[in-house]
């Protein structure tokens, strides 16, 4: 079986974010400016979107009913299930919802960059003792930096003069 990759233009983009707004009457020229704001995103990215939208209706459902009482009125409830309206989407809510995507995808690389960084910089300092133990390998990763500076201080510089 053979892979397909598909790395989508501009243009590729532009319909399939017209697709996945089909319904919310978004205007073309909003779904280009949405698409060129974040050109480097997945086609996941304008689908989260869309459903961080959808998010703030049933946030709204389920504090204006109460937490306490959101299992008995979706639970073999007399009423049926509940029905939201449509909500609006506008360019300049996409815009702040994209904007805090971009900012959550930030926030989970910097943590995976530390740890990476501070696992090779481990095994660069002991290759000689074999895998270091688990347990003397400390869990946060500010810790394992700290860890890192007290084992393996900085090399001292030497003048040559």
Not at 84 to 92: C, H, I, K, R
Not at 95 to 119: H, I, W
Not at 127 to 143: D, E, N, T, Y
């Amino acid at each position: 079986m053979e892979k397909f990759y598909w790395a989508p233009t501009r243009e590729d983009r532009i319909g399939v974010c017209k697709g996945i707004f089909r319904t919310d009457k978004i205007k073309d020229e909003d779904i280009v400016t949405l698409v060129d704001q974040f050109p480097g995103q997945s086609i996941d990215f304008y689908g989260a979107l869309r459903v961080r939208v959808y998010d703030d209706e049933v946030r709204k459902f389920v504090e204006g009913l109460g937490v306490e009482k959101i299992s008995k009125r979706l639970v073999n409830s007399r009423e049926g299930p509940p029905v939201f309206e449509q909500p609006e989407m506008t360019l300049e809510k996409l815009m702040e919802y994209g904007n805090m995507l971009v900012m959550e995808q930030e926030n989970v690389k910097r943590p995976v960059f530390a740890d990476t960084r501070a696992s090779r910089r481990i095994h660069r300092t002991h290759p000689a003792s074999g895998p270091i133990p688990h347990k003397l390998i400390p869990r946060s990763p500010l810790k394992i930096r700290a860890w890192i500076l007290v084992t393996n201080p900085a090399p001292q510089q030497v003048q040559t003069g």
